[in-house]
């Protein structure tokens, strides 16, 4: 069973982990951290104590931009604004 949690700053390296894992051009420490808390929200997808994936946002202009990380089971939704993205990330 997954939970979501709010990201902290002491979820940083971990989120970094995922990030790096996740994404072909991931971003720096210096630009996850200039994310958590401020005018940005997210959450992690956590089971078991492990994080398997999180999302960082901030709305801007009535839309929601968002980054996600996630391990390389996991499958994963966007939707906004009436439009949906779906990708599964490997098995």
Known sequence: ?????????Q???ELLHLETLAQE?????????SCIGGRYFGSR????????GF???DL???S?????SASRRLFVVVA?????????LGS
């Open 80 to 88: 906004s604004a009436g439009s949906c993205w779906s990708t599964s």
């Open 1 to 9: 069973m997954f939970e979501t949690l709010p990201i902290e700053a």
């Open 45 to 52: 997808l956590v089971s078991g104590g492990q994080t398997f």
């Open 11 to 13: 979820d940083l390296d």
């Open 55 to 57: 999302y960082l946002a």
């Open 25 to 33: 051009y991931p971003w720096s420490r210096q630009q996850l951290a």
């Open 64 to 68: 929601r931009l968002c980054l996600i």
């Open 60 to 62: 801007i202009g009535g």
